[in-house]
């Protein structure tokens, strides 16, 4: 059975003592569940009954692509004009209550397990609907056109109506749920699930350009970033800037899942000199 973790809210009491894990250096952030208090949450011009906390934003030096936030709108609440850039691109992952999203002038109902893509320049809307606040996580990126490539189009679909592609010789214990082909070239950002089974390792440290979000949606186990082992678990962020290497060891006693966001499929922005004319 499918079981996705959202921040309750909340504040911890007087007494509690602080043993928290969280962590920010060079190369990645670590935002653990303890950390999604009241304290921390913010609101949206042009959001009704809506509350979010702000996990990524781009910063200079360090993940400079994309913005997440995780979403609690409350029955009634929502928005007809979510977000005023109209160069950025979505992706929504349900993890809770019901809501009606409508894009380009077509309606979808929306639960736990749901996840639209919405192109850069669609109007859109969302409200929420049910006894219980609609929950989940919104994406946010601006999207890249190439030469000779089209946008791409918008869709919706529910996670367990993909089936899970095993990485080969794993045993069936590390695999992906793919919302988009990798080699579709009109999209310049992957949001997708990496499940492991108990016992599943990333057996090698991966060190490459992708800047990445992983928000954990169920189970626990040790994560490397960069050089430190870090115990993580269901409702624990990490956020990693190009080229910190992980790896990742699900020790169980059940599955490891989390959505995790890279950025794709596009050249390396030039900077230096030989992107304003020759050298000299």
Same mark, same amino acid.
């Given at each position: 059975?499918?079981?996705?973790?959202? /921040?309750?809210?909340?504040? /911890?009491?007087?007494?509690?003592?602080?043993?928290?894990?969280a962590?920010?250096t060079?190369?990645?952030?670590?935002?653990?569940?303890?950390?999604?208090?009241?304290?921390v949450?913010?609101?949206?011009?042009?959001?009704?009954?809506?509350?979010?906390?702000l996990?990524?934003?781009p910063?200079?030096?360090?993940?400079?692509t994309?913005?997440?936030?995780?979403?609690?709108?409350? $029955?009634?609440?929502?928005?007809?004009?979510?977000? $005023?850039?109209?160069?950025?691109?979505?992706?929504?992952?349900?993890?809770?209550?019901?809501a009606?999203?409508?894009?380009?002038?077509?309606?979808?109902?929306?639960?736990?397990?749901?996840?639209?893509?919405?192109?850069?320049a +669609?109007?859109?809307?969302?409200?929420?609907?049910?006894?219980?606040?609609?929950?989940?996580?919104w994406?946010?990126?601006?999207?890249?056109?190439?030469?000779?490539?089209?946008? $791409?189009?918008?869709?919706?679909?529910?996670?367990?109506?993909?089936?899970?592609?095993?990485?080969?010789?794993?045993?069936?214990r590390?695999? +992906?749920?793919?919302f988009?082909?990798p080699?579709?070239?009109?999209?310049?950002?992957?949001?997708?699930?990496?499940?492991?089974q /108990?016992?599943?390792?990333?057996?090698?440290?991966?060190?490459?350009?992708m800047?990445?979000?992983?928000y954990?949606?169920?189970? &626990?186990a040790?994560?490397?970033?960069n050089?430190?082992?870090?115990?993580?678990?269901?409702?624990?962020?990490m956020?990693?800037?190009?080229?910190?290497?992980q790896?990742?060891?699900?020790?169980?006693?059940?599955?490891?899942?989390?959505?995790?966001y &890279?950025?794709?499929?596009?050249?390396?922005?030039?900077?230096?000199?030989?992107?304003?004319?020759?050298?000299?």
């Amino acid at each position: 059975m499918t079981s996705y973790y959202t /921040p309750p809210g909340g504040l /911890p009491p007087q007494t509690a003592l602080m043993t928290g894990r969280a962590a920010f250096t060079n190369s990645y952030a670590f935002i653990p569940k303890g950390c999604f208090s009241d304290i921390v949450t913010s609101h949206l011009p042009g959001w009704t009954g809506t509350r979010l906390w702000l996990i990524a934003r781009p910063m200079s030096g360090f993940a400079e692509t994309f913005s997440q936030y995780v979403m609690e709108v409350a $029955p009634g609440g929502g928005s007809n004009t979510p977000d $005023p850039e109209t160069g950025a691109e979505h992706w929504l992952f349900f993890t809770g209550g019901l809501a009606t999203l409508t894009i380009a002038g077509t309606g979808y109902e929306m639960e736990a397990g749901s996840y639209a893509y919405i192109p850069a320049a +669609t109007p859109w809307a969302l409200h929420a609907e049910g006894s219980s606040p609609a929950r989940f996580h919104w994406l946010r990126k601006i999207y890249e056109p190439a030469p000779g490539t089209p946008a $791409p189009d918008a869709f919706v679909i529910n996670e367990r109506d993909i089936a899970v592609r095993w990485m080969p010789d794993t045993q069936d214990r590390w695999g +992906t749920t793919r919302f988009v082909e990798p080699d579709d070239l009109r999209h310049d950002a992957h949001v997708n699930i990496v499940t492991f089974q /108990p016992g599943g390792v990333i057996p090698f440290e991966e060190t490459h350009v992708m800047e990445h979000g992983l928000y954990v949606l169920e189970g &626990k186990a040790v994560y490397k970033l960069n050089q430190d082992w870090v115990e993580v678990e269901a409702g624990d962020f990490m956020w990693l800037r190009a080229y910190c290497p992980q790896a990742c060891y699900a020790a169980g006693p059940g599955r490891f899942r989390y959505l995790l966001y &890279k950025d794709v499929n596009r050249h390396a922005k030039l900077r230096g000199p030989g992107a304003f004319g020759p050298f000299r």
